[in-house]
């Protein structure tokens, strides 16, 4: 209940950038039905001493099918290597999705939230499907090219009727990017 209920603040967030999102900007920036858009984002983390440490990279590939509704594919990355007392462990994973986001503003700033579907699977995790709500902003330094930051919440589950129960195990996944339409 408590996840489902920081998911309901996130989404409110959205609400007041939306209103500030419509008063700024230009309407020449951003996409337009039938652009496609690509990103990559990056995130990393080590110990104080660097001797343990994690890297990952994100891309999208998505397709607006109207100028706020974009339907795409998601490709996740990620690696550690944590040293022990008398060993290192390192780990690769990877997660592919598609996701589909809904954009509430037309300038540039665009609040958006959407939904993913896919895998995850490699060392150092069980291999199993996902559900994904999201919640994010991009925000257009050029006509075409934009920063990009998102929070996913991430439920797993090997069976649709393990899903429902999955969902207060989930996990959070943090994005900051850059991307651009053509």
């Known amino acids: 209940m408590k996840k489902f209920v920081g998911l309901a603040l996130c989404a409110a967030c959205v609400l007041p950038i939306t209103a500030i999102a419509q008063q700024t ?3 020449q920036f951003g996409p337009v039905q039938g652009d496609r858009e690509f990103s990559i984002s990056g995130s990393g983390s080590s110990d104080k001493k660097f001797d343990s440490g994690s890297f990952g990279l994100v891309a999208d590939l998505g397709w607006h099918l109207t100028e706020p509704l974009v339907l795409g594919l ?3 990355v990620n690696y550690a290597s944590i040293e022990g ?3 290192t462990d390192d780990f ?3 997660a592919t999705r598609g996701y589909v986001d809904y954009h509430f503003a037309f300038n540039r700033l665009r609040p958006f939230l959407g939904a993913s579907l896919g895998a995850i699977y490699g060392d150092g995790v069980k291999d199993s499907a996902f559900a994904g709500l999201e919640t994010g902003i991009k925000y257009y330094v050029q006509q075409k090219t934009y920063l990009l930051a998102r929070v996913e919440y991430q ?3 090997n069976s649709s009727s ?3 129960d999955a969902f207060d195990d ?3 996944a943090y994005t900051v990017g ?3 339409n053509f």
């Open 25 to 27: 900007g230009s309407s």
């Open 155 to 157: 439920w797993f589950f």
């Open 162 to 164: 393990d899903a429902d």
């Open 92 to 94: 690769w994973n990877g």
């Open 74 to 76: 998601r490709q996740s």
């Open 178 to 180: 850059v991307g651009y």
């Open 85 to 87: 007392e008398s060993v």
């Open 170 to 172: 989930g996990a959070w």
